[in-house]
């Protein structure tokens, strides 16, 4: 097996726990979610259902389950979810014509029917100001990185494969 030594050979390219979370109850870190739940930065939603399988209501920032779901541990993971979806996500389908207006309550027919007509294909390269490493740094720190740009995926993808190569 090709990884087959992951865990064991080099601590180095472990992920922190904060950025490689669960929080559900047969994980075998769930002590370690207790202590650093609060600090994640990246919270995988394992399981059937999604948070855009919840209804939202963004006037009052609430999650409802209409299956009343037993699974809902940390609605405060799906409230920040749907709050990232809702300021950053929705008014870009907006602004290019995905959905048309804002809706009071926010559901799986909305944000899939939505979402399966987004493209993420690369759009044409824009001059960008230079940023040093620290700079860069700081705004990670500041959940300000650069999606579009030097932190875009592709970016990130090249810069994994040259250490796994």
């Not at 940023?131 to 090249?158: C, H, L, P």
């Amino acid at each position: 097996m090709f990884f087959s030594s992951w865990a064991t050979t080099d601590i180095r390219k472990h992920l922190p726990f904060i950025y490689n979370l669960s929080s559900i109850s047969i994980y075998s870190y769930l002590p370690a979610f207790k202590a650093f739940g609060a600090n994640a930065k990246v919270v995988h939603f394992l399981g059937r259902i999604k948070p855009w399988n919840y209804t939202y209501d963004p006037k009052t920032k609430s999650v409802k389950s209409e299956s009343h779901d037993p699974t809902m541990t940390h609605p405060e993971f799906l409230s920040l979810w749907w709050g990232i979806f809702t300021t950053s996500v929705s008014p870009l389908q907006q602004q290019f014509g995905l959905i048309s207006d804002t809706h009071p309550h926010l559901n799986v027919e909305d944000v899939s029917g939505a979402v399966s007509h987004l493209s993420l294909g690369e759009t044409p390269a824009t001059a960008q100001p230079f940023v040093s490493s620290e700079e860069r740094k700081e705004r990670w720190e500041q959940d300000q990185a650069d999606y579009m740009g030097a932190d875009s995926f592709d970016n990130i993808k090249r810069k994994l494969d040259t250490y796994l190569q």
